[in-house]
């Protein structure tokens, strides 16, 4: 007997799942595995007053904030590294549109774990930051403290829905990662809804083969979208690198909402799908993006 | 307890009565030294669940399946399974994380009348009579899962008491609502398969029940073999024997090495 | 410039780090990567009133609890499986000659994870049992309690000292494991000091070969003693299989003191060390655990 | 600040003088873009301290090592890694654990007289003047290391502030026991290497004080550049500029495709 795990769904299916004014967490680290195709759907979607709480990222948190599906983003870490700060996020942190709840390493991994642990808290190190003072809700002062070590109590993080990319999957819905894992797996047992957008489907005997790679086992992933290109602009580990170019592009577009809304029309509110975006990037240049001579 | 003459092992029927109650879709935990467990949720797999979900407690194999039954966490699996998990990343769901699991099936050295697991010992804690292996995961299953079941490969009144000596993971506690009242989440034992018959808890009182007896077994028999007073239903099932295709399946695609039967056979008798 | 680690060292060196009274980790699973070499060693030496805190183990507590080397031991799980209860760890619990500390695998991963993060203690649910009665130190009602669900505070466990088996290092001392890791890593970050047996020493290069067996990086290593059938009788995995005869041996000469003291004297305590052990089990032996018949 | 020609760029410079201050068998993490950190760890075991072990904070690789300088947590990196960890296995001592590691590398948008880091925002943060990237790992390196370098690739009085705007890592604090009175570990900033000298923090007041100056920079310059008073030693030494063998070695063995000089060529002139 061999029936369908239901789990492979096509982007419409996956993403109606998101509604307005849920808590989305997003997966990957800066430019790696940002979970761009499903991105670009909730835009497509016109998806509106979302709570992020992105893994340290980059275009992914920020086109969402750019198209102004965002009511408020934690940000543990939102840049573009050595191609500047994140643009759109940072002109609406600048301007207040966007409410940002400062957060750092310990709390994200703290409140994580709490909420993978279905824990009321977790426990960190007060390290002497600011952050308790701009985010009194996110570290409060523990109420126990012992020795002389003190201690704050970040409050459990459990996102609606998460958002993750990965390389590989089978029909069964093991997720396969040829890089890093990052926080991805403490993400999704800490979230009540798991989407993972891949770049292939594979048989699980190709899974079998590499166990070791199954960084999201099938029991912790409710929906699977196969999006070849699906982390564009940013890489998928082995498979292809970052899109320099159309990050320099989209940088650039971004000096202003006005310029950004063209990007958005042009590249995602297409009607198009993914399909009409990846003919907008062209063949060349997704194909030189495999060949291992596009590394930044 | 008479030798039961079957023509099929003990260890494959327990395996095929645990196999029919798991739905697919499901997520279970096996520990180590759990060829039944294995077997179960290998032909539940291999049949009419093949999207159910098990991992390996210790090892963090998922789904190792090849047709052998071999311990759950030998490194073996890892060539056949589709993911291996690392156990400090597994805690948090094995440990803390409240129905992650559906079920989880696990054996004692004593269970009684509210389903409640003593793997630790057998009279007084500091000076036992019998110093079992202790607690591990079944804390945690029992206090955590959605459901589980317990397997006892023998039934007789060391086994079946009326209040376990040492609770090491809590069934129905003292039967009742007396489980969520102690701030548990819901669960418990659902079902109890020994090499008597089939056992669950009726609803209310959450006191063992007899569900059906397996072939030859008489109701005298079983309370001869339990320690305290079991519910017994106005018209007592018989257990329906492992069919054809289930011992089939079982031999041809789970345990083709003959595992169960060699390992556990019908019980002699006492 | 090349120079050695100093991280690999004979038994004896080793060992020397394990002085009387200390509280001494074990990692491994049951049979599977007991740190028996470092077990027998201990033994000979004659060290005294040890607090055990082994990952679910077999023989290795048993052994050194049956030499008398143990004042008290926490149990999480030590069993001998389909061989039986755990012989002279049983005689000395129901004796009472060796306290027994009851723990439950949230009291130990709660415990291992404080421990590791220098957090006093750790937050673990109330799950019902009898456990915080028999080890009132070892669970605490929580002070703080938050909504519905009753929560027990576990105190940090940090070994003074961890004993560990893998099947292989390099001369930085990276430890590979070709099955799975168990708790071996989080106790070692919870260690104050962390020994490990291994078959045997490989090239960096080798071990470079296949980062994702390294479960202990060097970082978290002090001392790596060479010894080849260092987990026998256990086994050793990937390497070689249990010796099923050999532990019924020893159950068998675990019968009662005498006889248990008889089996040391033959096995641990004649002088020879490792290699006298090696031949005492016999080439035969030995090389047929390494053909992949001896499996239970 | 002026064009200082030089026979090696900036960045292999601060490379070098980061590097000759670690000791064998320390242990160090490297974040995400993070070119010349990488090449300072991998410089200093491929000259003096070849135990030195450093892990790629977010991608787990540990000490890989092949003498190209790629962003720290690539996945190339998995192939020439001593070991890869999961990051949620790593949080424990990256977050928690104290003095794990020896020491860490940061850069900030703005550091203070005290090594106080801000990479969060300039201005209030309720309505900021230049919204940073955030803190990430940050607060924990700088709370929790034994000690840290900050590395800055501009020095203007923008960078070199009376105060940080926003304290993401805890530095020296307000000085003097500031740090250990707020219940941090011992710790703290104990070097700044910039395009125009080193500066390291007097013992007793944990103010910053100049080391040394690099070739062809004068104090005025850097205190032109500064926005606070600097401690002066009466001598002011002049840094030791990387040797042939410095640069030999880290061209020849760390960074043969010459990342460091295309991306931190010496600033221009403001």
């Known amino acids: ?123 960190i190190p007060d390290l002497g930051t600011d952050l308790p003072k701009v985010n009194p809700n996110g570290y409060r002062k523990a109420r126990v403290q012992e020795g002389s070590r003190p201690l704050l109590e970040v409050p459990a993080i459990k996102p609606d829905v998460l958002l993750l990319h990965g390389q590989q999957a089978d029909e069964e819905g093991n997720v396969q990662y040829f890089g890093a894992g990052y926080f991805d797996l403490l993400m999704a047992q800490a979230a009540k809804h798991v989407i993972c957008s891949v770049d292939r489907i594979v048989p699980s005997s190709t899974v079998r083969q590499s166990a070791r790679l199954t960084k999201i086992p099938s029991a912790f992933v409710d929906a699977i ?72 | ?56 407690g210790p090892g963090g194999m998922t789904n190792p399946t090849e047709g052998i039954i071999r311990p759950a966490a030998d490194a073996e699996n890892i060539a056949v399974a589709q993911a291996v998990m690392d156990l400090p990343l597994m805690i948090d769901f094995i440990d803390w994380q409240i129905h992650f699991f559906d079920f989880a099936i696990l054996g004692a050295l004593q269970t009684d009348r509210f389903g409640n697991i003593n793997t630790v010992c057998v009279g007084d804690h500091a000076k036992p009579r019998l110093r079992g292996p202790g607690t591990v995961g079944i804390s945690a299953l ?76 008489t109701i005298d028999e079983v309370r001869d073999n339990t320690g305290f007073d079991l519910l017994v239903p106005d018209k007592i099932e018989s257990t329906l024997a492992p069919d054809a295709e289930e011992l089939f399946v079982l031999r041809r695609a789970v345990d083709t090495t003959g595992v169960l039967p060699a390992k556990f056979p019908w019980p002699k008798a006492n």
């Open chain 1, 1 to 123: 007997m061999k029936t369908s795990s239901g789990k492979i769904v096509d982007l419409a299916t996956a993403l109606a799942a998101v509604k307005d004014g849920m808590t989305v967490g997003i997966g990957g680290w800066i430019f790696h595995g940002q979970p761009m195709a499903l991105i670009r759907g909730l835009i497509a979607r016109g998806v509106r007053d979302l709570t992020l709480v992105p893994a340290p990222g980059s275009v992914a948190p920020d086109m969402l904030i750019g198209a102004g599906c965002v009511k408020e983003t934690a940000c543990v870490f939102i840049s573009f590294e050595h191609l500047g700060l994140a643009p759109n996020f940072r002109r609406a942190a600048q301007s207040g549109a966007v409410k940002v709840l400062e957060m750092d390493g310990p709390g994200i991994a703290g409140g994580l774990r709490a909420g993978a642990c279905d824990l009321p808290y977790g426990l």
């Open chain 2, 1 to 56: 307890m008479p030798v039961v003459p079957q023509s099929f092992a003990m260890g494959e029927m327990l395996a095929v009565l645990l196999a029919r109650d798991m739905a697919d879709g499901e997520k279970a935990i096996v520990g180590t030294n759990s060829d039944i467990q294995v077997a179960a949720c290998n032909l539940a797999r291999a049949r009419h669940a093949p999207h159910l979900w098990w991992v390996s």
């Open chain 2, 142 to 217: 029992c206090g955590l899962s959605k459901r589980f079941y317990i397997m006892m490969t023998r039934h007789d009144r060391g086994a079946f008491v009326p209040k376990v000596d040492f609770v090491c993971g809590a069934g129905h506690m003292t039967g009742g609502s007396s489980r969520t009242d102690a701030g548990l989440p819901e669960g418990g034992p659902s079902l109890v398969v020994t090499p008597l018959g089939v056992f669950d808890f009726e609803p209310a009182s959450k006191a063992m029940r007899v569900r059906s007896l397996h072939e030859g077994v």
């Open chain 1, 225 to 296: 979208v196969v999006t070849p290109f699906g982390a564009h602009p940013g890489c998928s580990p082995g498979l292809y690198d970052q899109d320099e170019a159309h990050l320099k592009t989209y940088v650039a577009a971004s000096r202003d909402q006005k310029s950004f809304d063209s990007y958005l029309d042009a590249f995602v509110r297409n009607g198009g799908g993914e399909p009409a975006y990846r003919d907008k990037i062209g063949a060349q240049a997704l194909a030189a993006l495999t060949s291992g001579g596009a590394a930044p």
